[in-house]
């Protein structure tokens, strides 16, 4: 079945540490997009791609890097840098009809 | 994209009809409206998109107004499985370098 995956749906770090959540497309999508949410708010864009090789900021993209090595993948890295980085991640890509969602990983840092 | 207005929250009961209201005042003329629905912890799923006639599948109606600045979901007889965040967004169908964004939505609570 076509669809978008991210992994994992649930993952813990320490403080200080790099994470890389996974998003990965069968749908054959030039798009893919990276948002965050936060308990009770909407959704926030971090990073977009419209085409390998290439992505550009969202409005939140301070503390966040992405690649877009291959058009199925389009992974996340949640850096030291982000100062609040527990939160629910979700991905995104986006065909004629609309955009299809990942089911979201959760990240917590303690 | 143009931005979007939505009332944060909402209350149907359950059998009635839900009219979820959005303003999009600044559309351009080949933008169309989106609507998602997220329910709790998952990811937001489609619903419906229309251009300027009203739009009608399995899961709701689309009623957008004749000069396009607002639209209304219909959800015909809503159950409790419809509680969720509705997210109205406009956007150029088809491929494009577009930052996609969505608003906060609003909150509808079905009540027994």
């Known amino acids: 079945d076509g669809g978008i995956t991210q992994s994992p749906k649930y993952l813990f770090r320490k403080e200080g540490q790099n994470v890389t959540l996974s998003c990965e497309q069968n749908l054959n999508h030039d798009a893919m997009y990276w948002y965050r949410q936060d308990p009770g708010q909407g959704l926030r864009l971090i990073y977009y791609?419209?085409?390998?090789?290439?992505?550009q900021k969202g409005d939140i993209a301070e503390g966040y890097s992405v690649s877009r090595e291959k058009k199925e993948s389009f992974p996340l890295t949640v850096t030291s840098a982000q100062k609040n980085p527990t939160a629910f991640y979700l991905c995104a890509s986006m065909g004629y009809v609309g955009a299809f969602f990942g089911q979201g990983t959760r990240l917590t840092v303690v | 994209d143009a931005k979007t207005t939505q009332p944060p929250s909402m209350d149907c009961a359950e059998g009635r009809a839900a009219n979820l209201p959005c303003n999009h005042s600044t559309i351009s003329g080949n933008e169309y409206v989106y609507w998602y629905r997220q329910i709790h912890s998952q990811g937001p799923q489609y619903i419906i998109h229309g251009l300027k006639n009203n739009e009608t599948n399995e899961m709701a109606s689309l009623i957008i107004t004749e000069d396009r600045k607002s639209s209304t979901l219909i959800l015909p007889h809503a159950t409790l499985r419809d509680t969720a965040v509705y997210y109205c967004?406009?956007?150029?169908?088809?491929?494009?370098?577009?930052?996609?964004?969505f608003g906060t939505g609003t909150r509808l609570t079905i009540i027994p």
């Open positions: 791609s419209q085409i390998v090789n290439d992505f």
């Open positions: 967004i406009v956007r150029v169908a088809g491929f494009g370098n577009e930052k996609l964004t």
